[in-house]
Nanobody, 126 residues
Framework: QVQLVESGGGLVQAEGSLRLSCAAS????????MGWFRQAPGKEREFVAA????????YYADSVKGRFTISRDNAENTVFLQMNSLKLEDTAVYYC???????????????????WGQGTQVTVSS
């Protein structure tokens, strides 16, 4: 079955950095656009970043643009999220997800993602 397993979360001070990884199995990874979403306590899950199947197109939420970078390694079936200049408001559970038909109009829509990981906690402290 399809599995997406996130790792790399943890506790970091404000202005620090973390690199999240998401290892995929049970699917043809290069056929899927990949996305990162996050959910803070009491809030809805929100879009963070996405990358096309070939890595040529990337998309970011305005709140993370210039600080976060999404990338992928199709040979390793892994997608990454490099997070720099972290802020307190970045604290959330971060989820990776696989989108079988990503395009410019649907990369931020949760219902367009077929598979989800279990999430990894990122906590930013002052």
């Amino acid at each position: 079955q399809v599995q997406l397993v996130e790792s790399g979360g943890g506790l970091v001070q404000a202005e620090g950095s973390l690199r999240l990884s998401c290892a995929a199995s049970g699917l043809t990874f290069s056929n899927y656009g990949m996305g990162w979403f996050r959910q803070a306590p009491g809030k809805e899950r929100e879009f963070v970043a996405a990358i096309s199947w070939d890595g040529r197109r990337t998309y970011y939420a305005d709140s993370v643009k210039g600080r976060f970078t999404i990338s992928r390694d199709n040979a390793e079936n892994t997608v990454f999220l490099q997070m720099n200049s972290l802020k307190l408001e970045d604290t959330a559970v971060y989820y990776c997800a696989a989108n079988p038909r990503m395009y410019s109009g649907n990369y931020a829509r949760r219902d367009e993602y077929a598979y989800w990981g279990q999430g990894t906690q990122v906590t930013v402290s002052s």
